[in-house]
Protein backbone atom coordinates (compact mmCIF):
# COMPACT_ATOMS: atom_id res chain seq x y z
CA UNK A 1 0.00 0.00 0.00
CA UNK A 2 1.11 3.50 -1.05
CA UNK A 3 0.58 7.06 -0.09
CA UNK A 4 -3.00 8.40 -1.82
CA UNK A 5 -3.41 11.80 -1.86
CA UNK A 6 -6.36 12.72 0.09
CA UNK A 7 -7.15 16.25 0.30
CA UNK A 8 -5.84 19.99 0.57
CA UNK A 9 -4.36 20.57 3.53
CA UNK A 10 -6.08 23.93 3.23
CA UNK A 11 -9.42 22.27 3.22
CA UNK A 12 -8.72 21.02 7.25
CA UNK A 13 -8.40 23.25 9.62
CA UNK A 14 -6.84 23.23 12.59
CA UNK A 15 -9.31 21.86 15.26
CA UNK A 16 -11.20 19.81 12.80
CA UNK A 17 -12.09 16.99 11.48
CA UNK A 18 -13.15 15.26 8.08
CA UNK A 19 -13.98 11.85 6.92
CA UNK A 20 -13.01 10.31 3.51
CA UNK A 21 -11.89 6.93 2.05
CA UNK A 22 -8.50 5.77 0.96
CA UNK A 23 -8.25 2.52 -0.62
CA UNK A 24 -11.81 1.73 -0.03
CA UNK A 25 -11.56 2.28 3.61
CA UNK A 26 -13.53 4.89 5.52
CA UNK A 27 -10.55 7.00 7.39
CA UNK A 28 -11.52 10.40 9.56
CA UNK A 29 -8.62 13.07 9.35
CA UNK A 30 -8.00 15.20 12.38
CA UNK A 31 -5.73 18.49 12.29
CA UNK A 32 -4.69 19.70 15.68
CA UNK A 33 -1.74 22.60 15.91
CA UNK A 34 -1.16 22.09 12.40
CA UNK A 35 -0.61 18.33 12.89
CA UNK A 36 -2.66 15.99 10.88
CA UNK A 37 -3.46 12.14 12.35
CA UNK A 38 -5.90 10.09 10.33
CA UNK A 39 -7.48 6.92 12.01
CA UNK A 40 -9.98 4.25 10.79
CA UNK A 41 -13.48 6.41 11.13
CA UNK A 42 -15.28 3.95 13.62
CA UNK A 43 -15.55 3.87 17.51
CA UNK A 44 -13.40 0.99 18.83
CA UNK A 45 -16.52 0.28 20.68
CA UNK A 46 -19.00 -1.01 18.21
CA UNK A 47 -17.53 0.72 15.13
CA UNK A 48 -20.09 3.95 15.07
CA UNK A 49 -18.29 6.71 12.49
CA UNK A 50 -15.82 8.99 14.90
CA UNK A 51 -17.12 11.33 12.34
CA UNK A 52 -20.31 12.01 13.68
CA UNK A 53 -18.99 12.75 17.12
CA UNK A 54 -17.62 15.47 18.53
CA UNK A 55 -13.82 16.86 18.15
CA UNK A 56 -13.21 19.34 21.27
CA UNK A 57 -9.78 20.50 22.73
CA UNK A 58 -8.22 17.65 21.14
CA UNK A 59 -10.24 15.04 22.36
CA UNK A 60 -12.38 12.76 19.89
CA UNK A 61 -15.95 11.97 21.01
CA UNK A 62 -18.02 9.03 19.77
CA UNK A 63 -21.63 10.36 19.32
CA UNK A 64 -23.44 7.12 20.34
CA UNK A 65 -22.29 6.27 23.71
CA UNK A 66 -19.08 8.96 23.99
CA UNK A 67 -16.42 6.46 24.18
CA UNK A 68 -13.05 9.12 24.44
CA UNK A 69 -10.33 9.15 22.12
CA UNK A 70 -7.02 11.44 22.67
CA UNK A 71 -7.15 12.68 18.75
CA UNK A 72 -3.02 13.20 18.72
CA UNK A 73 -2.11 9.73 19.88
CA UNK A 74 -5.74 7.25 19.60
CA UNK A 75 -5.35 6.13 23.00
CA UNK A 76 -8.67 5.85 24.79
CA UNK A 77 -9.42 8.34 27.50
CA UNK A 78 -12.67 7.33 28.64
CA UNK A 79 -12.51 4.26 28.82
CA UNK A 80 -8.48 3.57 28.64
CA UNK A 81 -8.21 0.01 27.59
CA UNK A 82 -9.39 1.47 24.01
CA UNK A 83 -7.44 2.78 20.94
CA UNK A 84 -8.30 3.98 17.32
CA UNK A 85 -6.64 2.36 14.41
CA UNK A 86 -4.22 5.10 12.96
CA UNK A 87 -2.68 5.51 9.68
CA UNK A 88 0.64 6.88 8.65
CA UNK A 89 0.48 10.45 7.15
CA UNK A 90 2.62 13.27 5.46
CA UNK A 91 1.63 16.38 3.84
CA UNK A 92 3.51 17.43 0.45
CA UNK A 93 3.12 20.38 -2.19
CA UNK A 94 -0.07 21.78 0.35
CA UNK A 95 -1.70 18.09 0.41
CA UNK A 96 -2.39 15.38 3.09
CA UNK A 97 -1.40 11.74 1.88
CA UNK A 98 -2.20 9.09 3.77
CA UNK A 99 -1.06 5.21 3.61
CA UNK A 100 -3.54 2.63 4.77
CA UNK A 101 -1.12 -0.30 6.37
CA UNK A 102 -1.70 -3.75 5.75
CA UNK A 103 -2.26 -4.38 8.98
CA UNK A 104 -5.30 -2.40 9.45
CA UNK A 105 -6.49 -3.34 6.18
CA UNK A 106 -9.83 -5.49 7.39
CA UNK A 107 -13.23 -5.57 6.44
CA UNK A 108 -15.33 -3.02 8.56
CA UNK A 109 -18.22 -3.87 10.88
CA UNK A 110 -21.85 -4.38 10.35
CA UNK A 111 -22.09 -1.07 12.40
CA UNK A 112 -19.87 0.73 10.11
CA UNK A 113 -21.28 -0.46 7.23
CA UNK A 114 -24.22 0.38 8.23
CA UNK A 115 -23.55 4.36 8.42
CA UNK A 116 -23.95 6.88 5.95
CA UNK A 117 -21.29 6.68 3.73
CA UNK A 118 -18.54 9.52 3.72
CA UNK A 119 -17.91 11.93 0.56
CA UNK A 120 -14.86 10.75 -1.20
CA UNK A 121 -12.26 13.41 -0.66
CA UNK A 122 -11.41 15.22 -3.80
CA UNK A 123 -7.92 17.10 -3.75
CA UNK A 124 -8.61 21.03 -4.71
CA UNK A 125 -5.70 23.07 -6.14
CA UNK A 126 -7.64 26.46 -4.51
CA UNK A 127 -9.84 26.87 -1.92
CA UNK A 128 -13.00 28.85 -3.56
CA UNK A 129 -14.24 30.73 -0.48
CA UNK A 130 -11.81 32.38 2.01
CA UNK A 131 -11.86 34.40 5.07
CA UNK A 132 -10.85 34.50 8.55
CA UNK A 133 -11.17 31.63 11.48
CA UNK A 134 -12.30 34.38 14.86
CA UNK A 135 -12.89 33.68 18.56
CA UNK A 136 -16.33 34.60 19.17
CA UNK A 137 -16.54 38.10 21.17
CA UNK A 138 -16.50 41.48 20.58
CA UNK A 139 -14.00 42.00 18.64
CA UNK A 140 -14.87 39.37 16.45
CA UNK A 141 -18.47 40.28 16.27
CA UNK A 142 -17.12 43.78 14.88
CA UNK A 143 -14.77 42.43 12.11
CA UNK A 144 -17.90 39.96 10.66
CA UNK A 145 -20.06 42.87 10.37
CA UNK A 146 -17.31 44.56 9.25
CA UNK A 147 -16.86 41.87 6.65
CA UNK A 148 -20.74 41.61 5.69
CA UNK A 149 -20.84 45.41 4.62
CA UNK A 150 -18.11 45.04 2.67
CA UNK A 151 -18.64 41.56 0.74
CA UNK A 152 -21.22 39.99 -1.14
CA UNK A 153 -22.63 36.63 -0.06
CA UNK A 154 -20.66 36.20 2.91
CA UNK A 155 -21.40 32.92 4.95
CA UNK A 156 -20.73 32.66 8.49
CA UNK A 157 -20.24 29.01 9.96
CA UNK A 158 -20.85 29.14 14.08
CA UNK A 159 -18.75 26.62 15.73
CA UNK A 160 -19.81 27.73 19.15
CA UNK A 161 -16.76 29.35 20.61
CA UNK A 162 -15.61 30.57 16.91
CA UNK A 163 -16.80 31.24 13.78
CA UNK A 164 -15.69 30.53 10.37
CA UNK A 165 -16.22 33.47 7.91
CA UNK A 166 -16.43 32.27 3.92
CA UNK A 167 -16.43 34.53 1.05
CA UNK A 168 -16.35 33.82 -2.16
CA UNK A 169 -12.54 34.13 -3.65
CA UNK A 170 -12.02 37.48 -2.09
CA UNK A 171 -12.44 38.70 1.57
CA UNK A 172 -11.74 42.07 2.27
CA UNK A 173 -12.41 44.14 5.57
CA UNK A 174 -10.78 47.53 6.46
CA UNK A 175 -9.77 49.10 9.92
CA UNK A 176 -12.16 51.95 9.67
CA UNK A 177 -15.22 49.50 9.38
CA UNK A 178 -14.32 47.83 12.35
CA UNK A 179 -12.87 50.79 14.36
CA UNK A 180 -16.62 52.34 13.63
CA UNK A 181 -18.31 49.52 14.21
CA UNK A 182 -16.53 48.20 17.44
CA UNK A 183 -16.07 51.97 18.64
CA UNK A 184 -12.24 52.15 18.95
CA UNK A 185 -9.51 52.03 17.99
CA UNK A 186 -8.16 48.97 15.75
CA UNK A 187 -4.79 48.10 14.85
CA UNK A 188 -3.70 45.48 11.96
CA UNK A 189 -2.00 43.29 11.95
CA UNK A 190 -2.24 42.83 16.05
CA UNK A 191 -5.99 43.16 17.40
CA UNK A 192 -6.83 40.60 14.19
CA UNK A 193 -4.29 38.26 15.18
CA UNK A 194 -5.51 37.97 18.77
CA UNK A 195 -8.42 36.73 18.10
CA UNK A 196 -8.03 34.82 14.69
CA UNK A 197 -6.51 31.10 15.52
CA UNK A 198 -6.69 30.34 11.47
CA UNK A 199 -7.87 31.12 7.98
CA UNK A 200 -8.37 30.17 5.08
CA UNK A 201 -6.69 31.49 1.60
CA UNK A 202 -3.84 33.57 1.21
CA UNK A 203 -3.84 36.72 3.67
CA UNK A 204 -2.52 40.26 2.52
CA UNK A 205 -2.70 42.78 5.97
CA UNK A 206 -1.38 46.37 5.79
CA UNK A 207 -1.93 48.96 8.19
CA UNK A 208 -5.32 49.88 6.48
CA UNK A 209 -6.62 46.52 5.35
CA UNK A 210 -6.68 42.79 5.54
CA UNK A 211 -7.42 40.67 2.55
CA UNK A 212 -7.89 37.15 2.20
CA UNK A 213 -7.73 35.67 -1.24
CA UNK A 214 -7.36 32.35 -3.36
CA UNK A 215 -4.03 33.07 -4.55
CA UNK A 216 -2.37 30.88 -2.38
CA UNK A 217 -3.17 28.37 0.05
CA UNK A 218 -2.78 27.53 3.92
S1 LIG B 1 -20.08 3.07 19.34
FE1 LIG B 1 -18.80 4.67 20.02
S2 LIG B 1 -19.17 4.74 22.11
FE2 LIG B 1 -20.43 3.12 21.47
Known sequence: ??????????????????????????VLLVRI????YAYDDRCA???VPLSEGRLDQGVLTCSAHHYQYDARSGHGLNPKSVHLLSHSVRTEQGHILVE??????????????????????????KPDRVGPVLEIGETAQAIIAA???????????????YARVLVPTKCIVTRESIE???????????????????FKGALAVTEGQAV????ARR
Open 100 to 125: VSAKTREKPSAASDSAPEPVECAPQT
Open 45 to 47: HLG
Open 33 to 36: EGEV
Open 147 to 161: IRELNADVTIVDKGA
Open 180 to 198: RLLGRPFCLPGDLEIVMPS
Open 1 to 26: MSFVKVAAISDLWDGEMKPCIVAGRK
Open 212 to 215: WSTG
